[in-house]
């Protein structure tokens, strides 16, 4: 038996002998026991964040974010959480910006003493939390931030344990897809492309990997600022050189003034988007206009049973762009605690990846099953709501995607790519 197997028996053990002895000075024997407070070994409740975008450019996905964190949360405590202790939720609001986001962060750390947290949604404001978790050996979990730079970001001193990890893919993954949908000729076949991205981690991240992957000549790589209204002189770049394709990193508030700009003034050329342009609202109000652009976006395998539990729960806000992946953002992290014996940072770091690679399989709303397995010895493979959620080292999934075509406002699944063509290509 292991020290992690050692040290949850004995936590279970003790708290079910003092559960027969009576409830009388109950509180009081576990204290002395424990500890008490919400890290390692405490009585309490389990303190946890979620840092995401009620507000700012990303709100209209913030709502069913937070939701889904909270519906997990509610799964969890339904099951007597983790260790037989209750998951306490404090949801903060970045505003979709950096510097908030940050003040946010040191709040939960200082204030509520958190262990884990999930979030955040944008990579340019995920980058500079997860540049400080080590240090205080705390847990982030990212649903939606997809740069490929946080592959290498979250590690302590010594990068034995990683604490940062995410739901979402790596953007390696999109950048290839968009670059197979511009070279190949049954799709856009371009022989010069150019790119045009957000000027935040996210976007620049994702364009470098697009181009990489595209075969052809590269005429431009433009960035733009979200707090521009007129992108004119940012369109006359892009086509200066007259490419085929063009691939676009953005969200659907900028997207949409740029595209109708892109219309009105008569550019041509081709468009792939991004994941982050994803949304049926978007492509509904520019039905004319995005009719015909291609679209690399995630197409993971999920089981019924997860989506199923997640659905029931979240209700209208079930199809929330990137929501699923925060539901098991935060059931994973409850997961790891359990199988580590203890509630901290470093015991989530050391113990999620294992929650989602072999054993038997536990789906979303299966806490009570999942715990039992655990507490038997037993090594437990956890199917997602968002995905199977197969961690690799660096503590992010591998995902299969689909390429997509926008046809009247719909998304038309146009291609499949399994998860096998992305191996070796990252």
Known sequence: MTGTEKSRRAYLKTTAALGAAGVTGLSGCIGSISGGGSGE???????????LPITGSLSAYGGGMQKAVNLAKEHVNDAGGPLGRTVKVHNKDSETKPSKAQQKYKSLVNEQ??????????????????KNVAADGVMQVSHASTTPALAEIGYNEDETVKYFGRTAPNDGQQGLVMGRTMNEDKYIGADKAAFLHVANAYGKGLAKKAKEAFDGETTAV?????????YTSTLDKLFEDDPDAIGFVGYPGNGKTILKQWD?????????LSEGLNDEGFFNSLKSITDGMYLAS??????????????????DKSGTLFAAHAYDGLFLQALAMHKAGKASGKAIAKN???????????YAGQFQKAKDLIDDGE????????????MNESLEPLNKFAIMQIQQGKRKQLDTIERSWFEGKL
């Open 113 to 130: 003493n958190i262990v884990g947290f999930v979030g955040a949604a944008s990579s340019g404001v995920s980058v500079p939390l997860a």
């Open 222 to 230: 433009v960035p733009y600022d979200k707090k521009s209204s007129d």
């Open 352 to 362: 999620i990846r294992s929650m989602s690679r072999e054993g038997t399989k536990v």
């Open 298 to 315: 995630p197409s993971p395998d999920s089981s019924k049973k997860s989506t199923t539990a997640f659905n029931e729960g979240m209700g």
């Open 379 to 390: 090594d437990i493979n956890y199917q997602g709501a968002s995905s199977p959620v197969d």
């Open 41 to 51: 070994g405490g009585a309490g409740p389990i303190h946890m964040g979620s840092i």
């Open 264 to 272: 009105d003034g008569g550019y041509g050329g081709e468009w792939v």
